[in-house]
């Protein structure tokens, strides 16, 4: 969910501020408002035609969604993961009414089906994807940080490096 909403904020910086463009153009309004002049017969103004300005997202901005939505993804890949094989468990652990040679018989018949499937080794890796997903945030909130002040630059960009210093 934090991930999701520093998403959603952050993101708005790759589009032209809608109301900074309204500005700009009432601006320009007043301003052939005021540059009209009076030559009878003729209204003219003196005021040149207004041109949509050119918008670029800065690289920061561009850097912070990429790896902010990089990582809202790994960790929604990791999620999915997690429940299909909840539900292969769930599956491989079923049928705990039946008699032992029964369930014997199942679970004999299932494992080589996990084996083939990797879901062990699916299991022992969702949690470093994962870990994958924070690091990419943690990235994204450096940069985003570097656009704010110095200081909270500074101050996060120091925690992600004695975290990441900690995970290795």
Known sequence: AVITAFVIESYKNLKPDSGELAVKILLHMSQQLNGFTMNPPFLNSTVTNFSLPDFTPSRVDIITNAVWFASLMISLIAASFGMLI???????????????????????????????????????????????????????????????????????????????????
């Open 86 to 168: 909840k539900q292969w468990l769930r599956e491989f652990l079923a049928n705990l009414e039946t008699s032992p040679l029964a369930r014997l018989r199942i679970r004999c018949f299932r494992y080589p089906g996990l084996e083939k499937w990797k879901v062990f080794e699916i299991v022992a890796a969702l949690p470093l994807v994962l870990q994958l997903a924070l690091g990419l945030f943690f990235i994204g909130m450096s940069y985003f940080a570097s656009t704010i002040h110095p200081i909270i630059e500074w101050t996060v960009t120091s925690l992600v490096v004695v975290w990441a210093a900690l995970f290795v």
